[in-house]
C-alpha cells in the first residue's frame, strides 16, 4: 500500500513538473508573438488612394513646365501688384511735371449770358422805373504768363525731384520683390529637399522595421526590435506628411510673391546649391553707395527740400502777365462788340508774418531731411556690414556640415552593418538613424541660409552679384590687377 501511494505521489510531482515547465515556457515568450491586428504589415497602414478618384492628364504642366529661378523673377517682374503700383507712381509723377509748366501756357475762356438790371437810384432821379437788359452773347478772353522770377521753374523741379524719386522707389520696389522671390524659391527648395529626406528616413525604417522582423520570425531577436522599428516607421511616415504639405505651402507663397497665386503646379528643376560669391566689405561698401535706392533717394529728398525752401523766398514776387478779351452783345444779342487788352504787373497779397513763418518751417524741413540722409547712410553701412558678416559666416558653415553629414552617413551605414549581421542593437541603430536624417537637415538648412543671405546681401548693395567672377572690386584692387598684368606680359 505504501509503496502503490509513493508511486502515485512521484507522478504526481512529475506532472507538476511538467505544467511548470510548460507554464514557464509560455510565459518566458510572453510579448513575442506579433499580433497581426496589432503589428500589420508596413504597407497596410500606408494611406488608401481611390485610383478612381486621381486623374493625371498626360502632358499637363505637372509634368512638362520646369521652373527655374530666372524664369520665377521674369513672371514677377511682370506680375508683382507692387511693381505695378510703383510704375503707375511715376507715371503720375510725371504728369505732375507738365501741370507745373502749364502755368507758362495760354490760358482761355468764353462766357456769355442775360442780366437785367433796374437802377434804384436812377430811377428816384428821373422819376420813373429805368430797366435795362443787358446781353453777352459770346465773351472770349485769353491771358499769358510771360514771367513770375523763376517759381514756376521751381515748382517744377520739385516736380522733377518728385518724379525721380519715385522713380528710385520703383527701384527700390523691384529689389525689394527680386529679394523676396529668391528666398520663397530658396525656401521651396529646402522643402523639395527636406521632403526627400523625409522619404529617404521612410525607406530606412522601412528596411530596419523588415530587418526587426525577419531577426525575430527566426528567433534572434525580441519583439522589442519590431516594436521599436514599427514606432520609427509610422513617426517617419508622419513626418513625410508634413514634408509634403510643407512644400505645398512654400510653393503657394512663391507663387504669391511672383503674383500668380493661382498658378498649377510645377517642378523646380534646380536644387539648392553653393555658388561662390567673391566680393570685399569695401567692395560691397561703395556698390552700395552707387546702386542703393534708399541711399540715391536720401539725396533727392535733400535736394527737393532745398528747392522748396527757394520757392517759398519767391512768396513775394509778382508775375508779368498779359490779358485780352473781345465780347458780343448789347441791347440785344448782337447789336455791339467791344474788346480790351494790356499788359499787367500782379503783385501776391502779402503777409509778411505767414511768409515769414513759412520760410522758417521750410529750412526747418530741411535740414531735417539732411539729418534723415545721414541716418539712412549710416543704417545702410551697417545693412551692408551685417548681411556682408552673415554671408561669412553661412559661407563658413557650409563645409563643417558636409563634413557632419559624411560622418553621419557613415555612422549609419556601420550600425545598420552592426544590426544587420546580429551585432548592434536597435536602440544604436535608432540614434545613428536620427544623427543622419538631422545631418541632411542640417546641410540643407545650411545651404539655405547662405543662399537667403547672398540674397539679402544682393538687396543691401541694390545689385546682383555675379556667379563665378569678382565684379564688385574697389578700384584699388583693379588697379593692382592691371598692374600684375602688365608686369605679367612685361
Not at 515748382?155 to 522707389?169: F, P, S
Request: glycine share 6%; net charge positive.
Amino acid at each position: 500500500m505504501k509503496k502503490l501511494i509513493s508511486i502515485v505521489f512521484i507522478f504526481f510531482l512529475i506532472t507538476q513538473n511538467i505544467c511548470s515547465a510548460a507554464f514557464l515556457h509560455k510565459t518566458n515568450n510572453l510579448g513575442n508573438q506579433i499580433k497581426q491586428e496589432e503589428y500589420p504589415e508596413s504597407e497596410d497602414v500606408e494611406p488608401k488612394i481611390n485610383q478612381e478618384e486621381v486623374t493625371v492628364i498626360k502632358g499637363g504642366v505637372e509634368n512638362t513646365l520646369d521652373i527655374t529661378l530666372e524664369d520665377c523673377l521674369k513672371f514677377a517682374l511682370g506680375n508683382n501688384p507692387r511693381i505695378m503700383a510703383a510704375m503707375q507712381d511715376v507715371f503720375a509723377s510725371d504728369a505732375r511735371i507738365r501741370q507745373a509748366w502749364a502755368s507758362y501756357f495760354p490760358q482761355f475762356n468764353w462766357q456769355t449770358g442775360y442780366t437785367r438790371i433796374r437802377q434804384l437810384q436812377l430811377s428816384d432821379v428821373f422819376r420813373r422805373n429805368l430797366v435795362f437788359n443787358y446781353f453777352v452773347l459770346g465773351q472770349i478772353g485769353a491771358s499769358q504768363m510771360l514771367y513770375d522770377f523763376g517759381v514756376t521753374q521751381n515748382q517744377a523741379t520739385i516736380r522733377r525731384l518728385d518724379n525721380q524719386g519715385y522713380k528710385i522707389t520703383l527701384t527700390g520696389t523691384v529689389n525689394d520683390v527680386i529679394c523676396e522671390v529668391k528666398k520663397a524659391y530658396y525656401n521651396l527648395q529646402y522643402a523639395i529637399e527636406a521632403k526627400r529626406v523625409a522619404e529617404d528616413t521612410v525607406v530606412k525604417y522601412t528596411a530596419f522595421y523588415n530587418q526587426a522582423k525577419a531577426f525575430y520570425q527566426a528567433g534572434t531577436r525580441p519583439k522589442v526590435d519590431v516594436t521599436i522599428a514599427e514606432v520609427n516607421l509610422s513617426n517617419a511616415k508622419l513626418q513625410l506628411i508634413q514634408a509634403e504639405n510643407a512644400v505645398d505651402i512654400a510653393m503657394a507663397k512663391l507663387n504669391n510673391t511672383i503674383g500668380l497665386p493661382y498658378t498649377n503646379k510645377y517642378k523646380i528643376s534646380e536644387n539648392l546649391k553653393y555658388e561662390a560669391c567673391d566680393i570685399t566689405l569695401d567692395g560691397a561698401i561703395k556698390t552700395a553707395q552707387e546702386c542703393r535706392p534708399e541711399f540715391q533717394l536720401a539725396e533727392v529728398k535733400v535736394e527737393e527740400a532745398r528747392q522748396n525752401v527757394k520757392l517759398v523766398k519767391k512768396s513775394y514776387f509778382p508775375q508779368i502777365t498779359l490779358e485780352g478779351q473781345f465780347q458780343v452783345g448789347g441791347r440785344s444779342p448782337a447789336s455791339n462788340y467791344g474788346y480790351n487788352f494790356g499788359g499787367y504787373l500782379n503783385f501776391p497779397t502779402i503777409n509778411g508774418m505767414l511768409i515769414k513763418n513759412e520760410i522758417k518751417e521750410a529750412k526747418a524741413l530741411h535740414s531735417k531731411e539732411q539729418a534723415n540722409a545721414i541716418n539712412t547712410k549710416n543704417n545702410i553701412y551697417y545693412e551692408v556690414q551685417e548681411s556682408y558678416y552673415s554671408l561669412t559666416e553661412q559661407k563658413n558653415k557650409i563645409p563643417v556640415a558636409t563634413l557632419g553629414l559624411k560622418q553621419a552617413k557613415e555612422n549609419y551605414e556601420l550600425s545598420y552593418g552592426r544590426y544587420k549581421v546580429g551585432v548592434g542593437n536597435p536602440i544604436e541603430l535608432q540614434d545613428a538613424q536620427v544623427q543622419y536624417q538631422n545631418a541632411m537637415l542640417t546641410y540643407y538648412q545650411t545651404m539655405y541660409d547662405y543662399n537667403t543671405a547672398r540674397a539679402t546681401l544682393e538687396k543691401v548693395i541694390g545689385k546682383n552679384i555675379a556667379s563665378g567672377e569678382v565684379s564688385l572690386e574697389t578700384d584699388k584692387c583693379k588697379k593692382q590687377k592691371t598692374k600684375h598684368k602688365q608686369n605679367k606680359n612685361s
